[in-house]
């Protein structure tokens, strides 16, 4: 099985359902995600719903996951050459501070990427990777903002409205109240 410290071994081939990380419990967690993700997030609903027939949804999904892939080994890449940079030279984890104490960058594995970019990267680029870095979350949060905006006016507040006979008419009060959504969220 998986051990720590084995950064090459990815999967443990055996089809025992107790033993963590196994070909069998990755394909089923996997199927269970990828039927969450392409079924109830907004960002792949959105996709499908653009297409002009199943057969193109279903093509627009598999390219996506496709697409993902050079991103997702691009990550799996750094996190190896960090690794071995870290577990070859445990010196370049630590600094000591005023005090004179020695202590360790890294109290959790994701603060080994920006303290690298902090103390090894030349300044115009570690500029253009934190930018890279804020960039991504912004981008992110910004999705999922207007994914919950557009689904609770779309879901809610426009079908209480027409309830109520208060309905809004036209799409820019809807677009109105789709903006006044995104802000209070």
């Known amino acids: 099985g998986w051990s720590s410290g ?39 609903v959105q996709r499908q719903l653009a297409c002009k027939d199943v057969r193109q949804a279903g093509r627009s999904l598999i390219q996506s996951q496709l697409l993902a892939m050079p991103i997702v080994l ?21 600094f000591v501070d005023r005090a004179g104490n020695v202590s360790s960058f890294f109290t959790d594995a994701r603060d080994i990427f920006p303290q690298y970019i902090k ?12 930018v890279g870095v804020l960039a991504a979350a912004l981008s992110s949060f910004n999705s ?19 309830e109520r006979g208060k309905e809004i008419e036209g799409s820019s009060g809807q677009l109105s109240s789709s903006r006044r959504m995104v802000a209070l969220m």
Request: hydrophobic share 50%; glycine share 6%.
């Open 74 to 94: 691009t990550f799996l890449f750094i996190g190896s050459l960090l690794f071995v940079k870290y577990v070859n030279d445990p010196s370049a984890a630590s």
């Open 119 to 130: 103390n090894h990267i030349p300044t115009g680029i570690r500029g253009l990777m934190i």
């Open 6 to 44: 084995s950064k090459v071994k990815m999967f443990d081939p055996s089809l025992r359902m107790d033993l963590p990380y196994t070909i069998l419990g990755g394909a089923i967690g996997v199927a269970f995600f990828k039927i969450a993700q392409f079924s109830t997030d907004h960002d792949f």
């Open 144 to 162: 999922a903002i207007n994914a919950m905006a557009s689904s609770f006016v779309s879901d809610l507040y426009l079908p209480i409205r027409k």
